[in-house]
C-alpha cells in the first residue's frame, strides 16, 4: 500500500521555514537514553554550528548562569514527576561568551503506564525582545506626562507612573487594579465612550481633549493620547495624559482678546462688525433699520491727564455698565479704543424708537460718576447713522455716523445729531488734506524718526522702528494719527509706503556704513498697501537699492490687516517669508490678532499694545495679560516686544516675564537718523 505524503512534507517544510524566520529553536529528549536533539536554530541559539557538537541535557545546563541553573533543573524535574508542562526564562551564556536571555518550553510524552518516554519543546533568544522592554519601562517611568497601561477587555489599570500622583493626586495604590470608572477620572461619561469609539474605531487616539478628576475633586482639563497595544499576547491600552488646564486657559483668555475690550468686557470692533452683518442681514429680511450709534465722551483726555489713567479706566468702566443699562440684549454695545463706544439698535421700526434710545444715553450717563472720592461729570457727543438710509455697509455707516458726532460736539456737546446729507463739511476737509498729503510727496516733506528698540536680557539695542511724519510747511511736525486715514482713504498710502520702505532700508544701510551696530530696520505696513500695491515688488526693490540684508527687515502688520483681503496678504506673506524678512504683529491684543491669525500667517514676533503695558505694576489684569501673551508666544517660539515702556520699573517687571524686547519713552523718543546715530554713540559708551 502506497501514501501520497507530498503535503505532510510541504506542511513540515512550511513549520521549519516559520521556526527560522522566528529564530525558535525546538529540541526533543530521550528520557532512557539521554539523547537530546536540537534543531539548528537551537544550535543557533547557543552559538554552535549545526551538528558541530553533540548536544546533552549536562550541556544545555552547563550554558545556563549559575544563580538561574538549579531553578531550571527543578522546573525540567517537577514536569517530569507531576505531569506539568516545563516553561522557564533565564540568563545564558553563548558558546562565545556572550550573555543573553533565553525562554524555554517543554511536554512531556509517557506511556500507557505515566513513564516518561520524551520531553520536547522550544528554545528562543530574547535578549533583544527584555532590552526593548527594559528602555519601554524606563521611558514609561521617565515621561514627563501621566502615563499608563490597561487590559483592554475590562479597562484595569495593570500599571501607572508616578506623574498620575503629581498631576491629579492619584497614588499608585490608588489605581493599580481598578477602572476609571471605579476611580471617578472621568467628568464626562460622553466624552468617554466618544474616546474609546475613537480608539478602537483606528487603533490609537491622538491629543482627545476632556475634562478628568483630581483625587481633590478638582477638575482639570486634560489632553489623552492613546495608542492598543500587545505585549505577551495580551491586548493593552497605552495611554499618555497631559494637563492643559493652564493652556486652555491661556488660549480662552486669549481668544477673548480677540473679540473683547479687556478694560471693560464689551466686543471690541472685530465682533461688532460680525454682529452688525448678521443685524443687516435679519432687518433685510424683516424690513427694518439698524441704527448704528457713535459715541464719543467729552474731555475725556482732561480726567485722564489731572486724574490718572486708573481713574479715567474706571470711568470708562462705569460708562459700559450704564451704557448696558439703556439698551436690549439684542443689541450690542462695542468699545472701539479710548473714549469711543459703538452701539447697534437692531430692528428699528421708526427713527423715534432711535431717538428715544439715543436721548436716554445721554441722560443716563450726565448723572456724576463716583471714582475714587472724586465726582466727575461725563458728558459725551453722538452721532446716529441708520442703514440702510445713510449707507450700505459698515465703513460707510461708520464715517457718516463719526460725522454726525463731530456735529453733536460742534452743537455744543452733551447731545447727539442724526447724519444728513448737509453734513459735509469733513468730507470738504478731507479733501483739502489729500490735495495736501500730494504736495508733501511732490516736495518730499515726509521724514522718518527712528525709535530703539532694546533687548531686555542684554541691555543692547537691537533694532530700530521707522515712524512716518509729516514737515507741512512751517507748521509742528504732524503724527501719522492725523493723515494716514487720508492717505489710505485716497490710496497714496501705497506711494508714501514705498517711499518710507526705500528711506528706511537706505537709512540701515548708511549707519552700518558709518561704523554702527547692525540694527534690524521695522517698518509699518498698511493693509491698503496689501490690496493696492505691489508690495512685494516694493520690499524686494528696496532691499536690493539699497544692499540690506533681507534679514534685517522687520514688516510691522498693523491691525486693519486682518480685516482685508486675507487670501491675498497670506500669499504675499509667504513670499516675504520666502525672501527672509521678518515678520511682526503689531498692537497685539487689542482686538485684531488671534491664535488662528497668527498660525495661518506665520509671523516671527508680537508686540503687546502699549495700552496692556503701561499698568502691569499696578494693574493685575494688566499684568495677567501680559504675561499670557508672553507665555502664549514663548510656546508658540515668537519674540515678544513690548511697546510704551516709559519706567525703569516697567523694564524690570516685562525682563521679568521673559518679554524679549522693550521700546519707550524710558530708553529714547523717536528722534531723526543723526540725532539717533549720536543717541546711540552716547548708549554704547553709558556705565
Known amino acids: 500500500m502506497f501514501h501520497d505524503i507530498t503535503d505532510a512534507k510541504e506542511g513540515k517544510r512550511r513549520m521549519q521555514e516559520a521556526a527560522q524566520l522566528a529564530q525558535v529553536g525546538h529540541w526533543e529528549w530521550v528520557i532512557a537514553t539521554g539523547e537530546l536533539h536540537w534543531s539548528d536554530e537551537t544550535y543557533a541559539c ?81 535578549t533583544v525582545l527584555r532590552q526593548t522592554e527594559q528602555r519601554f519601562q524606563v521611558a514609561f517611568r521617565a515621561s514627563p506626562l501621566a502615563a499608563s497601561i490597561a487590559q483592554t477587555s475590562n479597562g484595569l489599570f495593570l500599571e501607572v507612573n508616578d506623574k498620575y500622583e503629581k498631576y491629579f493626586g492619584w497614588t499608585r495604590e490608588d ?18 465612550r466618544a474616546w474609546l469609539d475613537e480608539l478602537h474605531r483606528h487603533g ?68 461688532f462688525r460680525d454682529r452688525f452683518s448678521l443685524a443687516t442681514a435679519w432687518s433685510e429680511r424683516s424690513g427694518c433699520r439698524v441704527a448704528l450709534l457713535f459715541v464719543d465722551l467729552d474731555h475725556f483726555k482732561t480726567i485722564n491727564d489731572t486724574l490718572g489713567h486708573p481713574v ?52 443716563t450717563l450726565s448723572a456724576p460718576f463716583q471714582i475714587e472720592g472724586h465726582e466727575l461729570a461725563a458728558t459725551l457727543s453722538m452721532g446716529v447713522a441708520v442703514w440702510p438710509d445713510d449707507g450700505q455697509d459698515f465703513d460707510a455707516l461708520l464715517q457718516r455716523a463719526d460725522t454726525a458726532m463731530y456735529q453733536a460736539k460742534a452743537a455744543g456737546r452733551n447731545t447727539y445729531r442724526f447724519y444728513t446729507a448737509e453734513m459735509n463739511a469733513q468730507a470738504l476737509e478731507q479733501l483739502k488734506l489729500r490735495t495736501a498729503l500730494h504736495w508733501a510727496l511732490d516736495q518730499n516733506e515726509f521724514v522718518l524718526h527712528y525709535q530703539p528698540q532694546i533687548e531686555l536680557a542684554s541691555g543692547r539695542v537691537v533694532g530700530v522702528e521707522a515712524l512716518l511724519r509729516w514737515q507741512r510747511g512751517t507748521d509742528p511736525l504732524l503724527l ?34 558709518a561704523g554702527l551696530p547692525e540694527l534690524t530696520m521695522a517698518v509699518n505696513l498698511s493693509a491698503v498697501q496689501f490690496r493696492r500695491g505691489n508690495l512685494l515688488l516694493s520690499v524686494t526693490q528696496a532691499l536690493a537699492d539699497s544692499g540690506l540684508e533681507p534679514s534685517r527687515l522687520e514688516l510691522e502688520l498693523t491691525e486693519s490687516l486682518l480685516l482685508d483681503d ?46 496692556f503695558v503701561r499698568d502691569i505694576v499696578s494693574d493685575p489684569d494688566d499684568a495677567a495679560i501680559v504675561r499670557a501673551i508672553i507665555s502664549m508666544a514663548r510656546s ?27 521700546q519707550g519713552y524710558h530708553y529714547a523718543r523717536p528722534m531723526p537718523a543723526d540725532e539717533l546715530a549720536a543717541w546711540l554713540l552716547q548708549y554704547q559708551t553709558r556705565d
Open 480 to 513: 501719522p494719527g492725523r493723515f494716514i486715514a487720508a492717505a489710505e482713504e485716497s490710496g497714496l498710502i501705497v506711494q508714501i509706503g514705498e517711499w518710507v520702505l526705500r528711506e528706511a532700508c537706505a537709512q540701515a544701510m548708511r549707519w552700518q556704513q
Open 204 to 271: 490609537s487616539v491622538l491629543d482627545f481633549e476632556s475634562q478628568w478628576r483630581c483625587k481633590s475633586g478638582e477638575i482639570r482639563q486634560v489632553s489623552l493620547s492613546a495608542e492598543l497595544i500587545n505585549i505577551d499576547n495580551e491586548p493593552l491600552v497605552l495611554a499618555f495624559i497631559q494637563d492643559i488646564t493652564e493652556r486652555k486657559a491661556n488660549e480662552a483668555r486669549i481668544d477673548f482678546l480677540a473679540h473683547h475690550d479687556p478694560l471693560t468686557g464689551l466686543p471690541n470692533r472685530v465682533l
Open 46 to 126: 547557543f552559538g554552535y554550528a549545526p551538528g558541530s557538537i553533540v548536544p546533552t541535557f549536562e550541556l544545555y545546563v552547563s550554558h545556563i548562569e549559575p544563580h538561574d541553573r538549579a531553578r531550571v533543573q527543578s522546573l525540567v524535574e517537577r514536569a517530569l514527576e507531576q505531569d506539568t508542562d516545563y516553561h522557564a526564562e533565564f540568563q545564558f551564556h553563548r558558546a562565545d561568551g556572550s550573555m543573553r536571555v533565553g525562554r524555554a518550553t517543554g511536554h512531556v510524552e509517557r506511556d500507557s503506564r505515566g513513564t516518561p518516554i520524551t520531553m520536547s519543546g522550544a528554545m528562543q533568544d530574547i
Open 636 to 662: 508658540l517660539k515668537l519674540k515678544v516686544i513690548a511697546e510704551g515702556v516709559e519706567t525703569a520699573e516697567l523694564a524690570s517687571f516685562l525682563n521679568l516675564y521673559h518679554c524679549h524686547e522693550a
Open 566 to 611: 486675507a487670501e491675498q496678504v497670506l500669499e504675499t506673506v509667504r513670499r516675504f517669508k520666502a525672501l527672509g524678512v521678518c515678520l511682526s504683529i503689531d498692537d497685539f491684543g487689542t482686538g485684531y490678532s488671534s491664535l488662528a491669525y497668527l498660525k495661518r500667517f506665520a509671523v516671527d514676533k508680537l508686540k503687546i499694545d502699549q495700552s
Open 312 to 363: 479715567g479706566d474706571q470711568l470708562l468702566q462705569q460708562v459700559a455698565t450704564r451704557l448696558r443699562q439703556c439698551v436690549r440684549d439684542t443689541d450690542t454695545i462695542s468699545r472701539q479704543g479710548g473714549d469711543e463706544f459703538l452701539i447697534a439698535l437692531t430692528d428699528v421700526q421708526d427713527l423715534d424708537a432711535v431717538s428715544r434710545v439715543a436721548g436716554k444715553v445721554v441722560q
Open 175 to 192: 489605581l493599580i487594579g481598578k477602572t476609571t470608572l471605579e476611580v471617578g477620572l472621568w467628568v464626562d461619561q460622553a466624552s468617554r
